[in-house]
């Protein structure tokens, strides 16, 4: 059994969205996967998408390991990058198959209108699984499984009113720093986007700046349930 499973369209999806919150549940001892559900072949300038796609395959186990998260609970679906199809009942029963295996308490997926043609199919995808999860319905993709809690991560625009925020701590921040530089294949030249970096957390800084102060990760709730875990102790100065 899965305490929280992440589901990114491409590689960096998942550390951009909610790396800071993967760092704070494997701090707090919680066990986490990563599903990716394609390899971002298509996302690497002047490289071909056959070689593209270990080189960031690559990439994203080295950015889990900075997250706390090990290789063995990274999982790549090899979906076509650029043909993510809800739809489609073959990639549909991949994605119910590893829902189900997993069985988590708690789902990040891309939050609905993230401006992203590929993260708006991915939100579809594994919403059409996740609402199938706990169905009679397709028995060959194993035991029933209902998902209590469903957040949406932001990564590409702003959710437009969050209804949670995770704040970071400084050790948290820079995981998903490190994360980050663990994209190099990410870093681009002027005049194209930059977020394997600073960039990368501006978001976040964004977040905190506007509540609490710090860096912060905000999310769309889309289900919600009694979380599995009791909040941190509270410190309180001697």
């Known amino acids: 059994m899965t305490d929280v499973l992440v589901f990114a369209p491409h590689p960096d999806d998942e550390t951009l969205g909610c790396g800071g919150s993967i ?10 996967r990563i599903v990716f559900l394609t390899s971002g072949e298509q996302g690497v300038p002047d490289i071909a998408p056959q070689q593209a796609g270990p080189v960031r395959e690559r990439e994203a186990e080295a950015a889990a390991g900075k997250l706390g998260v090990p290789a063995g609970s990274v999982h790549f679906l090899r979906l076509p990058d650029g043909g993510l199809l809800p739809g489609e009942r073959t990639q549909f029963l991949i994605v119910l198959g590893v829902l189900r295996q997993a069985r988590p308490e708690v789902v990040y997926i891309p939050h609905a209108a993230d401006a992203s043609h590929d ?11 996740l609402e199938k999860g706990a169905s009679h319905s397709y028995p060959d993709a194993g035991p029933r499984h209902w998902v209590p809690t469903v957040l949406g991560y932001e990564v590409w625009s702003p ?3 969050p209804a949670f925020c995770q704040s970071l701590q ?3 921040t820079e995981a998903k720093l490190a994360a980050l530089a663990c994209y190099s294949t990410q870093v681009k030249g002027e005049g194209d986007a930059d977020y394997a970096g600073e960039g990368g957390v501006a978001l976040a800084r964004f977040r905190g700046a506007m509540t609490s102060g710090g860096y912060r990760e905000a999310f769309a709730v889309l289900r919600l349930g009694a979380l599995p875990w009791p909040p941190p102790p509270a410190h309180h100065p001697a």
């Open 23 to 32: 760092a704070h549940h494997t701090a707090m001892g919680r066990t986490v």
């Open 119 to 129: 993260h708006q199919q991915a939100h579809l995808l594994v919403w059409r699984a």
């Open 159 to 161: 959710v437009g009113t």
């Open 170 to 172: 400084p050790a948290e």
